[in-house]
């Protein structure tokens, strides 16, 4: 049963369209038969002639042949294929290998594509099964990565009815022809055996099998292999649990295949971090003494946290074991990590120090984590010239361990790079701790610079193709690396610091986001017809799974979903990489590219809690490292947590605290702000959700954004890279009704252009003192936004710009999509926009609107920031989408979906649109993070909740500007000086932002 419940999931993560120029069709073959078979014997003709010739004849063969073939069609190149790489190696004729190379596309193409009429005969089957060794062989010799079997099996033998026609044809056929095609046939039948055992096609397996009655337990664990390669870990789990269960309701527990699907269930859950589920099922084999080690419960529970229960059960073993067991040394380097974390120094070290001397007395070799472990317990202890003792020997041992490696190609996975990583990782935190002693003397800045140099390398590389247990991993690496390099620059702010500093940030913010944008740019603009193809079905799963529907298990499309992220990263690494290495910008560049009264300023957050910035100007050797203030100092000037108006939060932060504010974020900047007027600056952390332009310094009569010319950008490496806009058309949608009913229902209007979540404790969870809360709220109508867009409209036809309107009933979450399909170089939304924090389903009441709680409970924060268009509050309060539409809420996920490039200026004329969860590294995930995942260059989005009139006045008189200056930052910053004749108050005008 449970087999069958899968296959709906698993029939629609098989299914994908196939994007291709040519659909070949076995009649052309039929029809090409004749010259092809007179092809064959002419090349055999010419083969037999050449070797009475010439004792080099293989390639005067070649050299006669490869020439004529880029003047004859596919079926006579496919012959001629066949035979030359039958009678010559690879990499013995060059000019062969370039034709077979450039073949080898065309060929998949045809086998990939060919639809069949169940008319061929047995010679057609032959030519067509000729081109499928062909194809084996070839790649094979391209591509070590590329499993030719497993593709022939999924996107050829089970998409065609090849077998079905040659079984048929087999059957009844005489016996003077069956004698004759008796070796073809069974070679057929041997093949396609061996394609099938590497297909990943698991809804026709699993058909195949039910079918047969074959769905045994040595299948499934056939099957949950082949699904650990794939990553989708979550179907192979279900089938597991599935003969789990079968087992125990037959009371089989003393099966092998018991213990089996236990240990198995354990290492799936590990992939997929479930780190409780996998306890249970640790403790259920231990209970039946079915448990292989005890090794993998004490790592389980020390990531639970639960160290008292991990160092308890390590030393059980330990006490019973002795060095002999394979698993005593890991066992006790499991305790090391457990004493650790729990600040046990003294026991940590003493159990490191045994971990050396049992490694020494018993030839082992010692690792570099061990000695590197050491190294952080002496550094925690204040032992500054042991934690050093130790750290270079942690370095030095990584060195020897690096030349075992193999040697990096465009072929190496996510692990041989993420192992190489761990070098500079050692020896950056050796340079941590030398700054700590105040030994800077002792720092070699040239072998920092070296070892820096092949960590960019690979942490690019690694983020191109993550893995879901790397990722993490590698981002606190990355993160930790950032600790050191800043508190270098901040003690010790030499060029080389400071520049390794500045370096450091252009490469490390949004650093995950630039990958998946690079592998989406190269996947849809590349000619690889393969690529393009996995990239759609990619795209269409992560749009299944925000559909939600209920007979899918949407954890499972999430499993795939990635793993179809990583085979398309892993096809598009190499080029990727190349194109970022192109396009990469360091410090000197951004130097370059500013002019004299310009400056670039990058604020960067580190360890513990600091603020700093980096600032460049073009007259600079190298830029200047400026320590700001701790996070919790600037926290402790922002608002109550408590609900206020906006009105009264904005004031409490601009006006109120403004001065103090800007004695920690500001005022430590102006000595480098001499004669400017123009600053480019990168927020970091709480700075995204603050507006620079409405901090006020005191003694100063003008506000910062009055004072200079603010241009925020993700990273000022953008300085260096130039963008024209010259737009032709525009889409615009605004004045929607929210309601299900007719425009002309429309009751309410509203001041704000925002949702203030109705959360309230309920009765039961305030006697219980649990914070369970009722959540819900409506989207009222916005009158403003459509007289902004009829004022925008007029303003852009004015200017000879071609427009689409949507507003009222037509303003619909639909139209939008359609929009996506054939977008406009300038997209205008006015309307509500929100991001709702996160909570847990069983911290909501009932009584809550269900769409509202849906939202709100789900982890994901990109799910949890929306637009709202027409219709929406049916959705937000029932949960379904209104009579099959759309549901009127487009979440900051689903926009990320698209391909919107086309698109160069997007505008969410909203409230908190530009508000979302903060990061350390990857910027706010929300509106913004879509818009750039989508392609969009430019956006100008709203850092708080909105005033409706202001805020299509200050829509009204950017496109007048824009359309007068060509500038979007100068529109922005005139249309926001207009706004403040009218308001002085900067919660009326400060909250708009462009972001590039």
């Known amino acids: 049963m449970i087999a069958k419940r899968l296959l709906l999931l698993i029939t629609f993560i098989v299914t994908s369209v196939v994007a291709q120029d040519k659909e070949y069709k076995t009649k052309e ?9 007179k092809e064959r014997e002419e090349m055999k003709a010419l083969r037999l002639k050449l070797t009475k010739e010439s004792d080099d004849w293989k390639t005067v063969w070649v050299k006669q042949v490869v020439p004529t073939l880029k003047n004859k069609n596919f079926y006579i190149r496919a012959v001629d294929a066949e035979i030359l790489s039958g009678f010559n190696r690879f990499k013995t004729q060059p000019e062969l290998d370039k034709f077979l190379i450039n073949h080898l596309p065309d060929l998949e193409h045809y086998l990939f594509t060919v639809k069949m009429d169940k008319k061929e005969s047995f010679e057609e089957l032959q030519e067509i099964y000729k081109m499928v060794r062909n194809y084996h062989w070839l790649q094979n010799q391209v591509s070590v990565t590329i499993n030719p079997l497993q593709k022939l099996a999924d996107n050829f033998f089970y998409r065609t009815p090849f077998i079905e026609r040659l079984e048929a044809l087999y059957a009844s056929a005489s016996e003077d022809v069956k004698k004759e095609k008796e070796d073809f046939y069974d070679d057929v039948i041997l093949f396609w055996g061996n394609c099938k055992s590497q297909s990943n096609n698991f809804d026709r397996i699993i058909q195949e099998h039910l079918a047969a009655g074959t769905l045994d337990n040595n299948t499934i664990l056939m099957l949950v292999g082949k699904m650990y390669n794939t990553n989708q870990y979550y179907i192979a789990t279900k089938l597991v649990k599935g003969a789990i269960e079968e087992i125990e309701k037959n009371n089989d527990t003393s099966s092998y295949h018991y213990g089996a699907f236990l240990l198995n269930l354990s290492s799936l859950y590990m992939m997929q971090e479930d780190y409780e589920n996998m306890l249970a099922v640790q403790l259920k084999q231990k209970e039946l003494n079915l448990f292989p080690n005890e090794a993998m419960l004490i790592y389980n529970y020390q990531m639970l946290g639960m160290n008292e229960e991990a160092l308890q059960l390590a030393d059980e073993f330990l006490q019973k074991n002795d060095v002999s067991n394979p698993l005593y040394l890991g066992t006790l380097g499991t305790k090391i990590s457990v004493l650790q974390e729990m600040e046990n120094y003294e026991s940590a070290k003493e159990a490191s120090l045994l971990l050396i001397k049992l490694s020494k007395e018993n030839n082992i070799d010692i690792s570099s984590s061990t000695y590197f472990t050491l190294s952080k317990v002496y550094s925690l202890q204040k032992d500054t010239q042991n934690a050093l003792k130790y750290g270079l020997m942690a370095y ?118 630039s990958s998946v944008i690079a592998i989406r740019k190269y996947a849809t603009d590349s000619k690889d017809k393969d ?56 410090f000197k560049m951004v130097k370059k590219a500013l002019k004299p009264k310009e400056v670039a300023i990058e604020f960067v957050y580190y360890a513990p809690n600091k603020y700093a910035a980096l600032v460049l100007r073009s007259n600079m050797k190298s830029p200047e490292f400026v320590p700001l203030f701790d996070e919790s100092d600037l926290r402790a000037l922002l608002p109550p947590e408590d609900r206020q108006k906006e009105q009264w939060l904005i004031d409490y932060i601009y006006n109120r605290n403004s001065y103090q504010i800007a004695k920690l974020v500001v005022d430590p900047l102006r000595p480098y702000l001499s004669d400017v007027k123009t600053i480019y600056y990168s927020p970091a952390g709480i700075l995204h959700g603050l507006s620079l332009d409405a901090i006020k310094s005191e003694n100063k009569e003008k506000r910062f954004g009055e004072e200079y010319k603010l241009k925020r950008l993700s990273k000022t490496s953008q300085i260096a890279q130039k963008s024209i806009l010259s737009p032709r058309k525009a889409t615009i949608f605004g004045g929607m009704n929210y309601n299900k009913n007719a425009f002309n229902e429309i009751t309410g209007e509203s001041g704000e252009r925002g949702l203030e979540l109705n959360t309230k404790s309920s009765k039961k969870a305030q006697k219980e003192e649990i914070a369970v809360q009722k959540v819900g709220g409506v989207f009222t109508y916005l009158p403003g936004t459509f007289e902004e867009a009829n004022l925008i409209n007029t303003e852009l036809q004015t200017s000879k710009l071609e427009v689409n309107m949507y507003t009222g009933n037509e303003a619909t979450e639909d139209q939008f999509k359609a929009f996506c399909k054939q977008p406009t ?86 409230c908190q649109s530009g508000i979302g969860q903060s990061t350390r590294s990857e910027g706010v995930y929300g509106f913004q993070r ?57 919660y009326f005008w400060a909250a708009f932002v462009h972001v590039r």
């Open 29 to 37: 073959l039929r029809e090409m038969l004749p010259e092809m078979i």
């Open 825 to 910: 170089d300038i997209l205008h939304l006015a309307t509500h926009a929100y991001f709702t924090p996160y909570i847990p389903k069983e911290k909501i009441a009932e009584g809550s609107y269900k769409g509202t709680a849906e939202i709100c409970s789900d982890p994901d924060p990109m799910n949890r920031a929306g637009i709202v268009f027409s219709g929406a509050n049916y959705f937000w309060e029932t949960g379904k989408s209104y009579e099959g539409k759309e549901n009127g809420i487009l979440m900051a996920s689903e926009l990320s979906n698209y391909d919107l490039r086309a698109t160069k200026l997007a505008i969410v004329s909203a």
């Open 396 to 513: 030095e041992r990584s060195i020897e361990e690096f030349k075992i490696l193999p040697e990096l190609d465009p072929n190496n996975t996510t692990s041989l790079l993420y192992v190489r990583i761990f070098k500079f990782y050692y020896y950056i935190n050796y340079i941590g701790t030398l700054v700590e002693a105040g030994q800077k003397d002792k720092i070699d800045f040239n072998k920092l610079i070296e070892e820096y140099n092949h960590f960019e390398y690979l942490i690019k590389n690694i983020m191109l193709n993550p893995s879901k247990m790397d990722k993490k991993q590698v981002v606190k690496i990355s993160e930790d690396t950032g600790d050191i390099i800043y508190t270098l620059a901040e003690k010790y702010p030499t060029t080389a610091s400071k520049q390794l500093a500045y370096n450091y940030t252009l490469l490390s913010k949004e650093i995950g986001l």
């Open 930 to 986: 879509a818009i750039k995942l989508a392609g969009i260059e430019h956006q100008i989005i709203s850092l708080w909740i909105v005033d409706d009139a202001a805020t299509q006045k200050f829509m009204t008189h950017f496109y007048k500007y824009y359309i007068e200056l060509s500038d979007i930052g100068e529109a922005v910053e005139k249309a926001k000086n207009e706004l403040k004749k009218e308001y002085d108050h900067p």
């Open 531 to 586: 690529l393009k193809n996995l990239f759609e079905h990619w795209m269409s799963v992560r749009k299944e799974i925000l559909f939600k529907d209920e007979n899918v298990d949407i954890d499972s499309l999430k499993d795939i979903a990635f793993g179809l992220q990583k085979e398309l990263s892993i096809k598009t690494r190499k080029e990727v990489f190349s194109q970022l290495e192109e396009n990469d910008v360091d």
